[in-house]
């Protein structure tokens, strides 16, 4: 049994993941703009994360952008046949490394070529629709996603991407899509501090679809990450080890896809997956919201 099973599967569309996944964004230049500080050490972490019984990798064409799909290509590829590489459209990157919208049809149509290309994929497995009706790097932001996300429906209908799902949206944006094509997963900002989301994973959840939580430590106060670091001591564990493993237990719906470019903080963020949180841990954990 490898490290991650005990934190078990769950379904990505029609296809059974464990849980416990990797996220390749941290994988490009700082912030998340071209090519890595030490390619060997990028490759490594990608197999590495392979090896230890990652099945899930989520991953962009505009990280880089182009960089980290080029890398998960090198490493991987001819892939392994229970891996589902999960990406995301919506964004290009200027030259100065900034986040713009790119939500029309054309630009989602050349998105999806670009990650088909240099992931050499014929089909991609699940495409998030990343919502940035704010702008930049805006939080969800209410409005309708129905034109772009008809867009991508259009191009599972040719075949070209399997499954759909939405980034950074709000319920009523998860049901507007949900009306055009069946959702294989909801991608969110969602962790110990914030919240938000606490209905729409529940409601998930019952309908089989999964959720996937990102930035595991992002946001929190001083005083929730004080709370926070006292409880992994307590548990001889890491921080992010912990908020992990709340997450874990939060909803079996939830799928992890914790990023790193270091494989010894790969193997500390995978071994949250057999971490055994006390009731009085979690008790202090769940006091943490808000």
Known sequence: MNAIEPAGQFMLGDRAVNRMGYGAMQLAGPHVFGPPRDRDAALDVLRAAVAAGVTHIDTSDFYGPHVVNELIREALA????????????GAVRGDDASWNVAASASELRRAV???LRNLALDTLELVNFRAMLGGGNAGPTEGSIATPFAALAAMRDEGLIRHLGVSNVTARQVAEASAIAPLACVQNLYNLAHR???ALIDALAEQGIAYVPFFPLGGFSRLQSSRLDDVARNLDATPMQVALAWLLRRSPNILLIPGTSS???LRENLAA???ELT???MAALDEMSG
């Open 196 to 198: 938000e989301d606490d």
């Open 263 to 265: 494989v010894v903080h």
């Open 78 to 89: 001819p892939y392994p046949q229970e891996l589902v590489l999960v990406t995301k459209v």
């Open 279 to 281: 009731d009085t841990a």
């Open 273 to 275: 997956a057999s971490l």
């Open 113 to 115: 070529e670009d990650n």
